[in-house]
């Protein structure tokens, strides 16, 4: 992959005196005291597939540009979005990675103080050329097409989710729904494999992460979200609380630089990048190097907004019945703060 030469915005002082990068604690977003180089929290929640979590590994860190002389920038990963809106809400990070649903319910319910704003694109969902959440069941299942799931039990990590969203638009498309004709079952990402070999899950839907897992027990890929939607929409995002966007634009915007200098560089040299961070969030290197940043990965590559498919996901999740109204969402998501491809 390739981005234009990324450009210094005009802003950004040549000799902005050096600071440090915490990765414990609170991101300190009282902003800038006393002159001192601004800090900046971001909050993750899933290791290596949040793109963003990559933030958090000191030897890709130091290979972009900004951080350390623009900005401070403090990582916490949480156990799960709300908590990541809890914490913004907080004043704790200014920076969270939110998925779909997440992001809808946060803007319209305004769960952060003066709201929030998309500042960039994590990945995309039903890529023709990449992963899309995939559905499995056993290698020795009969359950092989969509409408084999009626009457089972079908795994997710949580109900109203953006992977919750992905199993209903299957089942309506099939001509059924879960909790009359079919069950969701809640349970940990982690937990799928052994759920579906016991017998506790007949199906699950898979994370790319995940995903590797899945296939290398040889399961049943079911169906993706390639065969729900006619073209890639964004799934994942990273989303800005708008109390720090006007306290903080200029460290947002030389945080958007190096994430477009973070995924320019990660596919250049993937070898690296994947050993550290199977080493870093003591993951299974094979695990890693399965999935991430190849085509059993999301699309990555477009890290601005595409405000007319993001408004096509908003208003899919008013027809599937996870938020009651749509809204504009150019009044919610800017492309200031991330170089163009």
């Known amino acids: 992959m390739a981005f234009d030469s990324i450009r210094r915005r005009s802003f950004l002082k040549a000799g902005a005196a050096t600071g440090t990068v915490g990765l414990t604690g609170l991101a300190g977003c009282s902003g800038i005291t006393g002159g001192g180089t601004p800090k900046l929290g971001l909050a993750f929640t899933v290791p290596v597939e949040n793109f963003g979590s990559l933030f958090a590994i000191e030897e890709i860190r130091n290979e972009l540009t900004n951080v350390g002389s623009e900005y401070e920038l403090s990582v916490t990963r949480n156990e799960s979005t709300p908590d990541s809106l809890n914490a913004m809400a907080a004043g704790e990070v200014d920076l969270a990675l939110l998925s779909t649903v997440s992001y809808a319910s946060a803007v319209t319910q305004e769960a952060v103080p003066g709201n929030i704003s998309m500042v960039a694109t994590d990945f995309w969902d039903a890529h023709p050329e990449w992963y899309g959440f995939t559905i499995f069941s056993r290698a020795d299942s009969d359950i092989t097409q969509i409408s084999d799931l009626e009457g089972k039990n079908v795994g997710v990590n949580a109900r109203g989710t953006g992977t919750h969203a992905v199993l209903r638009k299957g089942a309506r498309q099939a001509g059924f729904e879960y909790g009359s004709d079919a069950q969701i079952v809640e349970l940990p990402f982690p937990t799928f494999v052994s759920a ?4 506790r899950l007949d199906a699950g839907i898979f994370p790319a992460l995940f995903a590797v897992s899945a296939r290398s027990e040889g399961f049943n890929a079911v169906y993706s979200s390639q065969d729900l939607w006619d073209e890639a929409y964004p799934f994942a995002f990273t989303v800005a609380s708008n109390n720090s966007i006007d306290q903080k634009s200029e460290a947002i915007g030389a945080w958007g630089e190096d994430l477009a200098e973070l995924v320019e560089y990660s596919y250049n040299n993937r070898s690296r990048v ?13 695990v890693v190097d399965g999935f991430f940043l190849n085509h059993n990965d999301y699309y990555r590559q477009d890290i601005t907004i595409d405000y007319q498919r993001l408004q096509f996901a908003m208003d899919e999740l008013v027809n599937l019945g996870f938020l009651e109204e749509s809204f504009d969402v150019k009044q919610y998501a800017t492309n200031e703060f991330v170089p163009s491809n």
């Open 196 to 199: 579906l070999k016991d017998g």
């Open 274 to 286: 994947v050993s550290l961070a199977a080493e870093h969030f003591g993951l299974p290197e094979p």
